[in-house]
Nanobody, 117 residues
Framework: QVRLVESGGGLVQPGGSLRLSCTAF????????MGWYRQAPGKQRELVAR???????NYADSVKGRFTISRDNAKNTVYLQMNSLKPEHTAVYYC???????????WGQGTQVTVSS
């Protein structure tokens, strides 16, 4: 059974940092592209950052230079380091694992990030 388990969300003040983690179970982690998405209240889910199985990365324009995605294949874990957080970064953040474009991705349950003073 495939599971993606996110952690690291919480309440942080503007300008603060958080690191999200997502650990995968039941997949050959190193073979999967991994991504972080977010969904704010009343908005559609959107891509935040993605890292391929070969560790190439891409980011939403709104987070470039502020967020960093990385992976540790030995720990089956993908990370999202978020710095200089703003209230508009408040959302539920979801982990995503995708083997290739022909197969459906797996999703985690989401972790809430709230940026507020």
């Amino acid at each position: 059974q495939v599971r993606l388990v996110e952690s690291g969300g919480g309440l942080v003040q503007p300008g603060g940092s958080l690191r999200l983690s997502c650990t995968a179970f039941g997949i050959i982690f190193s073979a999967y592209d991994m991504g972080w998405y977010r969904q704010a209240p009343g908005k559609q889910r959107e891509l935040v950052a993605r890292i391929t199985s070969g560790s190439s990365t891409n980011y939403a324009d709104s987070v470039k230079g502020r967020f960093t995605i990385s992976r540790d294949n030995a720990k089956n874990t993908v990370y999202l380091q978020m710095n200089s957080l703003k209230p508009e970064h408040t959302a539920v953040y979801y982990c995503n694992a995708r083997r290739d474009a022909r197969t459906s991705p797996y999703w985690g349950q989401g972790t809430q990030v709230t940026v507020s003073s």
